[in-house]
């Protein structure tokens, strides 16, 4: 095997290239707004492609109840017109019982191709119905403020939040005030998540005041099980073996569009860009290239790492990856704290994007 410390010379022939630490985008709002629709591996995905487990029937039911749900929501009970109008007007009394669903799930169960095939389903306009992560819509309340992010989502039909999650009790507040001027406007809601929603706090904080938010957000939807065998993440998965240096550094050369990263200034550019920029960082890049992954120590570091492997999870770039393999970039410590599932579900994407990412090794 060829040594990962001496990188063989680049022929003259070879464009250098560039690197995602080299990237600052700028993102305007409007963008960030335009953005909130599912991500490209799911823009064909429909209730008719979702194969219910015969042996666990909630998955049925699920698509039984979605559809429904979707169907319901082709009345008028969303105004026409632009959200700014919407907001100084008198909102329509809230309707009875709760106004969205809540998908509750293990990890690869389909949670998040049923969400999209709602959002899908709906009878209306794209610009009347949204759909992001709960981390991109705390990102959008940041860039166009809170008033304004009412404005702008009060006008929509359907707000779909894939992988609610609630990291501390400022975001609870934020996020729970957010959705009660929603539904208040006659917004419908649908999220997934891995805990039932009146459980959400457990593991984190033990606070009263934000048990009790987490109860109020609860009241806004009717939770769905969904029980399945995890077809992507039964346990750790074990990732690929990593490549040398070498190896990495020629398929980064080799591979046009693909960027070369050094994983420790990786890691220290992330902190320098908001994680609503990260998406935009990928913006053309075919695959990603990293040397020198190790695991990281620093929870503020390993959870800017779970936002760039969920936007390059959606967006389908390959990582090629020399160091340790994924599954070992975080330590036994921080896979048994409160945000487990959140680095559980990082592993388990990029390590499927490091088996897309073997190809090109055979190509370079």
Same mark, same amino acid.
């Given at each position: 095997m060829p040594s990962s410390s001496a990188p063989a010379p680049i022929s003259a022939d070879t464009t250098s290239p560039g690197a995602l630490s080299e990237r600052t985008p700028r993102v305007p709002a409007e963008r960030l707004v335009a953005e909130m629709v599912p991500p490209p591996r799911f823009d064909s995905v429909r209730f008719s492609t979702y194969v219910p487990d015969p042996d666990r029937p909630s998955q049925a039911e699920a698509v039984t109840v979605l559809a429904d749900f979707a169907a319901g929501l082709g009345g008028g009970a969303t105004a026409v017109g632009g959200g700014a109008r919407r907001w100084f007007r008198k909102a329509p009394a809230a309707p009875k019982g709760p106004r969205g669903v809540y998908l509750d799930g293990g990890y690869g169960v389909g949670k998040t191709h049923l969400l999209a095939s709602l959002w899908h389903a709906t009878p209306a306009e794209p610009r009347l119905k949204a759909f992001g992560t709960f981390v991109e819509l705390t990102n959008l309340v940041g860039a166009l403020g809170f008033?304004?992010?009412?404005?702008?989502?009060?006008?929509?039909?359907?707000?779909?939040?894939?992988?609610?999650?609630?990291?501390?009790?400022?975001?609870?507040?934020?996020?729970?005030?957010?959705?009660?001027?929603?539904?208040?406007?006659?917004?419908?809601?649908?999220?997934?998540?891995?805990?039932?929603?009146?459980?959400?706090?457990?593991?984190r904080f033990a606070?009263?005041?934000?048990?009790?938010?987490?109860?109020?957000?609860?009241?806004?939807?009717?939770?769905?099980?969904?029980?399945?065998?995890?077809?992507?993440?039964?346990?750790?998965?074990?990732?690929?073996? +990593?490549?040398?240096? =070498?190896?990495?550094?020629? !398929?980064?050369?080799?591979?046009? /569009?693909?960027?070369? #990263? %050094?994983? +420790?200034?990786?890691? =220290?550019?992330?902190?320098? !860009?908001?994680?609503?920029?990260? /998406?935009?960082?990928? #913006? %053309?890049?075919?695959?990603?290239?990293?040397?020198?992954?190790?695991?990281?120590?620093?929870?503020?570091?390993?959870?800017?790492?779970?936002?760039?492997?969920?936007?390059?999870?959606d967006r389908e770039v390959p990582v090629l990856a020399s160091g340790v393999p994924f599954d070992r970039i975080f330590g036994p410590e921080m896979l048994a704290g409160g945000y487990r599932k959140k680095y559980f579900r990082a592993i388990s994407r990029l390590t499927a994007l490091a088996r897309d990412a073997k190809p090109l090794a055979a190509e370079g």
């Open positions: 008033q304004q992010t009412v404005a702008t989502l009060s006008g929509h039909r359907l707000l779909c939040i894939d992988e609610f999650e609630l990291d501390d009790p400022g975001d609870t507040v934020l996020v729970s005030t957010l959705l009660g001027k929603l539904v208040d406007a006659g917004v419908a809601l649908a999220a997934t998540s891995n805990t039932l929603p009146g459980k959400l706090g457990e593991g606070a009263a005041d934000f048990l009790r938010e987490i109860q109020g957000l609860a009241a806004h939807f009717r939770p769905l099980r969904i029980d399945g065998e995890d077809y992507r993440h039964r346990g750790l998965p074990e990732a690929p073996a +990593p490549f040398t240096d =070498e190896t990495v550094t020629r !398929v980064a050369y080799a591979t046009p /569009g693909t960027t070369l #990263d %050094d994983f +420790p200034t990786l890691l =220290e550019h992330l902190a320098s !860009v908001h994680p609503s920029r990260y /998406g935009a960082m990928t #913006d %053309d890049v075919r695959a990603v290239c990293l040397t020198g992954v190790k695991e990281i120590s620093d929870q503020s570091t390993a959870l800017r790492l779970v936002v760039l492997a969920d936007r390059l999870y």
